[in-house]
């Protein structure tokens, strides 16, 4: 059965709403949990962007047994992915097994603001393939020094070691991010419901191996004002990673979705209160072969009606496909 989770979006609401709004998730039985992890938002009109790391070492401790996951972090340049694993066993100790890391090659919008430049899309995959083998020695306990093309590891050991290893999770889009993830991750995570890409996964070692995809959803019992929340905050994801990935900060997705109206939003998004259509909508990435579907509420003001509804009506109609 495909399970349904609950995505803390550090975009669009302040740190201690996420965590309140979380233990809300856990409550109204949500499956598992994921947050964003940002230092800025897409568009000016989100608002907000706080550290997801703190927020998951807060969740940890408010919630009992709702997984937590990133989706997805990026240990290529705003991190030393040495630092990402070390922060990766913290959680997983303080959520008491329940966290899974979530890496992906990263956005210019987060990575840039630490000065470093922002690599070519085949340079990102060489340096994520090395963070992913840095993270993963370390995870084997022993004490850790490489020398790599892009990152250098002097003598680094997790001096608190989880009992349960943390489960890694790779963000693919293409052939290459399918083959790594396929390769050395646990798990395959995506945004679009393509079978393709768990056709590649699998080809590359994936078989059997969890996948995570994401829809964002704007609930409302007015269709005409989820549709403009949805268009005020989320009008930014119809451009595809390849675009997403290279613009530089939110006055630059905000001139890239310039004449995107609130209708063509409303094609993609299920938007207002009807269960079919939100059903529909979500449906497909259950066709493409998905295990797992994070469904993000867009709007910090709209948390508590949406989880309300979707433990009265969304998620009994989707556990019922």
Known sequence: MTAFGYTMMCEQAPPDQLVRDVQAAERAGFDFSVISDHYQPWLRSQGHSGYAWSILGAAAQATERIPLMTFVTCPIVRYHPAVVAQKAATVQILSGGRFRLGLGAGENLNEHVVGQGWPLAGVRHEMLTEAVEVISKLFDGDEVSYRGEYYDVEQARLWDLPETRVPIGIAVSGKSSCHLAGEKADLMIATEPERELGEMFDEAGGAGKPRIGQIAVAYDTDRDAAMKRAHEQFRWFGLGWKVNADL????????????????????????????????????????????????????????????????????PALRSL
């Open 248 to 315: 530089v900060g939110p006055p630059a997705f905000e001139a890239a979705t310039e004449f995107v109206t609130p209708e063509q939003v409303a094609e993609q998004l299920p938007c207002g209160p009807d269960v079919d259509e939100h059903v529909r909508k979500i449906k497909p990435f259950v066709d493409a072969g998905f295990d797992e579907i994070a469904l993000v509420q867009i709007g910090a003001d709209h948390q508590d009606e949406f989880i309300g509804w979707a433990e009265r009506e969304l998620l």
